[in-house]
């Protein structure tokens, strides 16, 4: 089983910078992929980045290419999504997500869910 916890979610403005953090816990993480989405209200449910834990290989949506970058801190199995120029329309609750498929953009590919954390940014 796996547990994730997100954090760093606030309030922010237009063009500011925020780090989210999603710490892991649970079994080896090794062979799993952490997955960012968000969610804006009356939304569904959308991919933002992805990252396999082992190699480190990355994979962006594309309205997150050259934005926002996702790394993970092996030692601390925490990821991280680091989110630059923010826009009103990046209004979200953002959530972390685990799977071991590589490569996995949909929701229904991952089986373990933080419980979010809301970005709000204002113009």
């Known amino acids: 089983q796996v547990q994730l916890e997100e954090s760093g979610g606030r309030l922010v403005q237009a063009g500011d910078s925020l780090r989210l953090s999603c710490a892991a816990s649970g079994r080896t993480f090794g062979e799993y992929t952490m997955g960012w989405f968000r969610q804006a209200p009356g939304k569904e449910r959308e991919f933002v980045a992805g990252?396999?834990?082992?190699?480190?290989?990355?994979y962006y949506s594309d309205s997150a290419k050259g934005r926002f970058t996702i790394s993970r801190d092996l030692f601390t199995k925490t990821g991280y999504l680091v989110m630059n120029s923010l826009k009103p329309e990046d209004t979200a609750v953002y959530y972390c997500?685990?799977?071991?498929?590589?490569?996995?953009?949909?929701?229904?590919?991952?089986?373990?869910w933080g419980q979010g954390t809301q970005v709000t940014v204002s113009s």
């Open positions: 997500a685990a799977t071991r498929r590589e490569g996995a953009m949909v929701v229904g590919e991952y089986p373990y």
């Open positions: 990252i396999r834990w082992n190699g480190g290989r990355t």
